[in-house]
């Protein structure tokens, strides 16, 4: 009795990176960080941690004032958990938008 379902399913390997995301030395920073499987905020002291697919290769991160900046992941060593430590982000290295809504300046993130 009952009903029966077919359903078609797609596992996807996923990594946790976690750490720590500094702006010119300051942790309380509004931003916000894309590139796993949904988007997450840092906390006041700039933690944070996602989910992310294994095959992802940079994170997105989002900050209030328009900035965008890129934080590399390291390459795959075969483990689970991605422990980037402390990222120190800085105008050197983030797209800086423009008065016209484009975005100028660009290095990428270590």
């Not at 009903?3 to 596992?11: L, P, R, T, Y």
């Not at 796993?36 to 002291?45: E, H, I, L, R, S």
């Not at 290769?57 to 980037?84: F, H, Y």
């Not at 100028?104 to 270590?110: F, I, L, R, S, T």
Request: with cysteine; aromatic share 4%.
């Amino acid at each position: 009795p009952g009903n029966v379902v077919q359903m078609d399913v797609e596992a996807v390997p996923l990594k946790l990176a976690f750490g720590r995301i500094q702006f010119n030395n300051q942790t309380n920073i509004s931003t916000r960080i894309s590139g796993g499987m949904a988007p997450v905020t840092v906390d006041k002291y700039g933690l944070f941690q996602l989910e992310t697919p294994a095959s992802t290769s940079s994170l997105q991160v989002e900050m209030d004032n328009g900035w965008t900046c890129q934080i590399k992941l390291p390459a795959d060593d075969g483990g689970n958990i991605i422990r980037l430590g402390t990222v120190q982000l800085s105008e050197d290295n983030c797209l800086i938008p423009a008065d016209d809504g484009l975005a100028v300046g660009g290095n990428e993130a270590k």
